[in-house]
């Protein structure tokens, strides 16, 4: 696993982490950027093993909350996670020992990395959710555990600050926690969900820094030898190449502070439809009117080519992808985490329809040893049409 | 009748198309003073063809000067960039994400002020013009009158940009501003970046575009003309001047448009060697492939919607460095035919090395126009070590094959279509390609896709899907940019919709959404 995150280590947890984002959770190369200045500013990140944490160590996790189309316009300030902290310290009157990852996918895969350099604390190889969720209490850290989302702090690019004291439930805490970001110009600094190191050790889906490294390694040699990169992502998460195709609409809508909407893709030879309905992530996939994938599981699309994520905000016509579902955590698939994060807590009236296998939240050992990458891409080839780009 | 140019670092092609029949075609050197090679290549194909000027529609003039200056750093206006939308953005300012080289060239002068907007519309922070007037007395001090202006949002809201550049020109008179909000769509460092290269070209514009005016008065050629943007369509002249980087990226696509109409090929992959650079493309369907993600040009991000190319150093021009080997990316460009050995000169290119090595003549029955066997004077390479010589063959055509492979989709091979004045240096095959045309006329592919060109539309404007369905707002959209192609000159029955763009704007009342539909169509035979 990573010890230290170094200015060589941004790129492939900027890859890897987009991967996870499930089309989600902003691009992590603004992020990245922002995270190489402040790395020649003091130096590598310091990564803590899960179970090394002391049981009463004290961590929270920190991230942008805020709508994806507005992050690559309103840069931040820069020391929005940092200040969040700061904030929630002061309320609580005690330090941070280290910094757990909210939400590996997408942008704020690099928030703790920033937040947690800038503070002088580690940042926790564990996060929430193993992927990009878009909602403060989907998060494994808070299912079926006494940790609360509440209380929390926020703060915005200037110097406002709010402070979310108690809430009654998570989901409240999540609703507060909305009309502060959009009053803050929909993207805030968000610190919470305060644990004690025997709480991130019980709940956290583990590793998943290491696991979004590995990934994005594994993409960049594959991209320099010419490999088939999408097979390369799907091996790597455990899952499969569902589809092969080009865009040929977008429907976007925004509701609820949400973008929604849905995506259609047609096969190259124009047999086969592929229809994914998004709500800032990619939750449920359909190949010709039949449900493939489902919410937790990951729906992953990536460039043909290069195998470089595409998240929901750059969909466009034309674009050749790549479709790639893989297992979600175990920690998002008992019946309490389905209530939460499942296709019903979407709105969607169907049922989970887990994904055989899972590789994400497992020791490191598990992705770092195993090559599957040739019975893989012989079991696409195997499923005929749906994935062959031809 | 139609004259399309291409106006290249090394040479300035020429061709006189009736319809779709090329009638004459050349290649002259660019010179220093482009006017003068272009009335030069124009002279050429009005007297081959012997027709009268009355019966020219329109001349096309396609430019790969301006992507050429960004990827050398070479006439570039040192430029100042204000951002506006304090304290947001302080920590990726501007230029961040820049090669150091070209930030250096380019000045990096960046100032952060305040000012800026939400996506709802509200100011990020009070919009302070005492500030903003401060800075431009620093730019003015700092001896710059180039200034590219972005503010956060200002896809949505251009007033803080155009407040500014009223600052900046009442303490700069004359300065050269371009606002983000005129380039390009949301994404901040990405509009901001193109504005920045856009204030930096505007010199080199001015002074281009008035060449290629006076080049035509001189011929007394009244014919309307035309510059191709980079997605393959027409802008006409005084625009040109004020968005130079609208060019980037059209030599690629006339080129392979050029590619695809010669061939007839509609899929293959075209490598296209200047005199300078080499450009890579893919054509899909005879038109080329777009990239999906943010583009590079010369180490910078842009948004653009453009063809996807990959660009290597390499060109007819390219200087060869013998220990260590070394071809290009350095090139003498429009000077080749002065500075090569093979022309009278001292500097050793790429030219005198394959002359040097013995010209192979074009297949396909290709003709030799301005090409192969009409290379200068072979006896002034005669002396050339034969060591170096298969070592520099052997090493551009290992350039070319790894880029090609890097274009490709798949292991499978693929036709290459080589065109361009460099297409000499091609001399083997490529490892990867089924095939390798070198179609008739392939020297002047480029001025071929200018000649072609289309005329597009666009609309770009926020519905309200309160008042209309999205189809009816799509239909809307698609009808308004059809009708503004119309307008600027292009045939109703050709007219096709090629691209389509939605973001929505969260949080506005009544679900709106910025629609961007672009169409595009043949310019309408006169």
Known sequence: MLRQVTLEDIRPIAIGAGILGTGGGGNPYLGGLHLASVIREKGPQAIIDPFDLADDALCCVVGSIGAPTVSIEKLPEGTEMMRAMRELEAHIGRRFDAVAIAEIGGANSMQPLIGGLQAGIPTVDSDSMGRAFPEIQMSSFLFDTSAKAAPLAMVDVADNAALIPAAVSDVWAEKMARNIAVSMGARAGLAGTIMTGAQVKAAGVHYTLSLAHHLGSRVIEAQERKADVPAVVADALDGEVIFCGKITDVDRRVSKGFARGGVRFESYSGADVLEIEFQNEFLIAYINGEIVATVPDLICIVTEEEGEPVTTEVLRYGTRVAVIAAPAPAQLKSGVALDVVGPRAFGYDVDFRPLPGGVIGRSPQRFTTEEKEDTQRSQRELQGNHANPL | ?526
């Open chain 2, 1 to 526: 009748m139609r004259i399309g140019v291409d106006v290249g670092g090394t040479n300035t092609d020429a061709v006189l198309m009736d319809g779709t029949t090329v009638v004459s075609s050349t290649k002259t050197p660019t010179t220093a003073n482009v006017s003068a090679g272009i009335a030069k290549a124009l002279r050429t194909v009005l007297e081959d063809s012997g027709i009268d000027r009355a019966t020219i529609d329109g001349v096309m003039i396609g430019t790969t000067h301006f992507t050429n200056a960004v990827v050398e750093r070479k006439h570039l206006t040192p430029t100042a960039c204000i951002r506006l939308g304090l304290p947001a953005t302080v920590c990726l300012p501007p230029m961040v994400d820049w090669p150091d080289d070209l930030r250096e060239i380019v000045g990096g002068n960046a100032h952060l002020a305040h000012g800026g907007h939400e996506f709802d519309g509200r100011e990020i922070s009070a919009y302070q013009p005492d500030e903003v007037r401060a800075i431009a007395e620093k730019i003015r001090d700092a001896g710059l009158d180039a200034i590219a202006i972005s503010s956060v949002f200002s896809p949505v809201n251009a007033t803080f940009e155009e407040q500014s550049a009223e600052i900046v020109r009442s303490v700069i008179p004359g300065a050269n501003i371009t606002l983000s909000s005129e380039i390009g769509r949301i994404g901040l460092l990405e509009r901001e970046n193109a504005a920045i290269m856009n204030s930096c070209l505007r010199q080199l514009a001015a002074r281009t575009v008035d060449g290629f005016k006076a080049a035509l008065d001189e011929l007394q050629i009244t014919a309307p003309f035309y510059i191709s943007q980079n997605d393959g369509t027409l802008m006409n002249a005084d625009f040109a001047k004020e968005y130079p980087v609208l060019t980037f990226a059209s030599g690629p696509t006339n080129s392979m448009r050029g590619a695809a109409f010669l061939s007839g090929l509609r899929d293959a992959i075209v490598v296209d060697v200047g005199g300078t650079t080499t450009d890579i493309g893919v054509l899909q369907h005879g038109f080329p492939r777009v990239a999906a993600l943010a583009v590079d040009i010369g180490g910078v991000r842009t948004n653009f919607r453009m063809p996807d190319t990959y660009s290597i150093g390499l060109g007819g021009g390219s200087l060869i460095a013998s220990n260590p080997l070394k071809v290009g990316p350095r090139s003498v460009g429009y000077e080749l035919t002065e500075k090569a050995l093979v022309f009278g000169g001292d500097v050793l290119t790429a030219t005198d090395v394959i002359v040097a090595g013995g010209v192979s003549p074009p297949r396909e029955g290709g003709s030799v126009e301005g090409g192969a066997l009409s290379i200068g004077d072979a006896s002034a390479v005669s002396h050339l070590d034969a060591e170096l010589v298969a070592a520099v063959q052997g090493r551009i055509m290992e350039m070319i094959a790894i880029a090609v492979d890097r274009m490709k989709t798949s292991a499978t091979p693929v036709p290459v279509i080589v065109v361009g004045g460099g297409s000499i240096l091609v001399t083997g095959a490529v490892e990867g390609a089924s095939e390798i045309i070198k179609p008739d006329h392939f020297p002047v592919a480029n001025a071929i896709g200018a000649a072609i060109a289309q005329v597009g539309g666009e609309c770009d404007r926020i519905f309200s899907l309160a008042e209309l369905s999205r189809d009816e707002a799509l239909d809307q959209a698609k009808g308004e940019a059809s009708d503004r192609a119309v307008n600027a000159g292009a045939d109703a029955e050709s007219i096709e919709i090629v691209d389509v763009e939605e973001v929505p704007l969260a949080y506005l009342p009544g679900n709106a959404t910025r629609i961007m539909v672009k169409a595009i169509g043949d310019l309408v035979e006169v």
